[in-house]
Each structure stands twice: as structure tokens, then as C-alpha cells.
């Protein structure tokens, strides 16, 4: 039974469109922390009630506020729902993930242990391997220079009112944005964060689960996501002051992938390189600049 007067310590916004079985997935694992001192503020994007029975099933288990918004993009889902929220820490779940039973108390170790204001931890698939990209292997301050190797959007938490402060995601990166800039918000947000003087935390034994999409990479489709996910990398760093000659590398590194994946004959690979190095070199073209950060 849930108490009736409850104190959150972490608001847990999910921004969800297009699933509904997989999120039986995360609440379960949310169910199974045993606590009742989180909310979910499922942010419900779909235009049906595919939901509805879903929210009805869990709701006497965990502490469910449904919103429904016609809104596109999962940033301006996040932020709609991080105005709603009133926990201590705010986390951003995905709708396809799921947690450890052991989740909060590793975070409240770790927060106990290294006071910030955001901390991030690294994902795994179901047997514990790291994927979804480069982690660092030890704890260590997050900062402007390892941005890339230490953060991930649904294990990042986030101090409420350092998030505000910030001024949350920006709505115009991201899935559904409707914009080219198709990923790399958290970067944005952490950036944003310690912009403002906020400390950030990263701890690879802080860990969550996703469905690992390594093999669709190599698809067209999955070539034409890392698209998107490339330009918004251009962007970010272009906004936020990195100098070209910080961009360089990540423009060397597909072009390098496709000189070798076509040499040694998987034109799959080669044509997700071609996709790489088109969508970083236009975000980084098409991004406002600013002044260069040394």
C-alpha cells in the first residue's frame, strides 16, 4: 500500500511515444527497488489511450502522475514534466530501460560519499557490458573535457533546482525536435549545468539497462540515425565554445572508418561512416558559434 502522504526524494520523468509493453519492463524494475520515496511522471506523447491500462496496473505499486501533452520532442517531454515534479533529484528514465534493484542506494552512496549537484553513472546490457557508447572505467569529477565519456541521458541525476537554474534541455536538440540535431542533450544540459558553477560526478558502478542496438547500427536505418546523432554532436560543441581543432578528431575518426571499412569490404559499416561524418560535419556547420572556451 502506498503511504498517502509521501516525501520524494527522486522524481523520475519518462518521456515516452510509440511503446507500451517495454514499459511494463521499467516499472517493474522500479517496483522492485522496494521504495516509496520516487515519483513517475510519465509524460505520454501518443495520441491513443495505449497507456491508460498500463498506468492502470502499476498505479497502486508506485506513485504514477500521467500527463498528456501533444507536444513533439522528448526534451520539451522532459521539461514538461520537470515542472511537475517535486522530488529532490530529478532522473529521466527512457521508456525502454530498466534499473537494478540496488539503484538508489548506490546513488545515495555515492551522493553521500562526493557531494554535486548531478551525478551519472554508465550503461549495460542485461549482462553487464558496457554499451550506448565509451564510458570512463573510474570515478571521476565530470567536466568540459570528458562530457562525452561520462554521461548518458537516463542515468543522469540531477539536483531539481540546479536543473531549473540551468534552464533544463534545450527543446531544440534531440529526438523529435524537429530539428537536425537529433541527440547529444545531456551533453548541452551538463555543459549548461556547470556553466553555472554546479559540480557534476560520474561513477561507472552507478549502472542501468537498455536494450543493446550495437547490430542495428550497421542497417540503413541505423546509419541514418547516427546521422542525426552526429549532427547533434557538431552542435553542442560549436554552441558551447569547443575550438575546431576540438572538433577535429571526431571528424578523422569516420573519415578514417570509412577509408578502412571499404579497403577490407563491409559497405555497411563504410556507408554508417559516410552517415557519421555528414551529420558532424553539418551540425558543427549550421550551429551558432560562440566564443571559442580555451
Not at 520532442?73 to 525502454?96: E, H, I, M, Q, Y
Not at 542525426?228 to 575518426?253: I, Q, S
Not at 571499404?262 to 553539418?282: D, F, K
Amino acid at each position: 500500500m502506498l503511504p498517502d502522504d509521501p516525501v520524494f526524494l527522486i522524481s523520475m520523468v519518462v518521456a515516452t511515444l510509440g511503446r507500451s509493453s517495454e514499459l511494463d519492463l521499467l516499472f517493474a524494475s522500479l517496483a522492485a527497488l522496494g521504495r516509496h520515496d520516487f515519483e513517475i511522471i510519465l509524460v505520454d506523447q501518443n495520441k491513443d489511450e495505449r497507456l491508460a491500462p498500463i498506468v492502470s496496473q502499476w498505479q497502486d505499486r508506485l506513485h504514477i502522475q500521467h500527463v498528456r501533452t501533444d507536444r513533439a520532442g522528448v526534451c520539451r517531454a522532459r521539461n514538461l514534466g520537470a515542472s511537475k515534479a517535486t522530488g529532490t533529484w530529478l532522473l529521466f528514465p527512457d521508456d525502454d530501460c530498466w534499473y537494478p534493484a540496488d539503484l538508489v542506494q548506490r546513488f545515495e552512496a555515492i551522493s553521500q560519499a562526493v557531494p554535486a549537484d548531478f551525478y551519472c553513472g554508465r550503461a549495460v546490457n542485461a549482462e553487464g557490458e558496457t554499451i550506448m557508447g565509451r564510458f570512463e572505467l573510474s570515478p571521476r569529477t565530470i567536466e568540459r573535457e570528458n562530457i562525452w565519456t561520462t554521461l548518458i541521458e537516463w542515468m543522469l541525476f540531477v539536483r531539481r533546482s540546479a536543473f531549473e537554474k540551468a534552464g533544463g534541455f534545450d527543446d531544440r536538440i534531440g529526438p523529435g525536435s524537429g530539428t537536425p540535431w537529433g541527440a547529444y542533450e545531456v551533453q548541452d544540459l551538463a555543459l549548461n549545468l556547470l556553466s553555472t558553477g554546479a559540480r557534476g560526478h560520474y561513477d561507472p558502478s552507478l549502472t542501468g539497462h537498455h536494450p543493446d542496438d550495437r547490430l542495428q547500427a550497421a542497417t540503413p536505418d541505423g546509419a541514418l540515425k547516427m546521422r542525426v546523432y552526429g549532427a547533434g554532436l557538431g552542435y553542442v560543441m560549436r554552441k558551447h565554445g569547443y575550438r575546431f581543432t576540438d572538433y577535429l578528431p571526431h571528424l578523422l575518426r569516420p573519415l578514417a572508418g570509412i577509408a578502412v571499412y571499404t579497403v577490407t569490404g563491409r559497405p555497411a559499416l563504410a556507408r554508417r561512416s559516410r552517415e557519421i561524418l555528414a551529420g558532424r560535419w553539418s551540425g558543427w556547420r549550421m550551429a551558432p558559434a560562440k566564443t571559442t572556451i580555451s
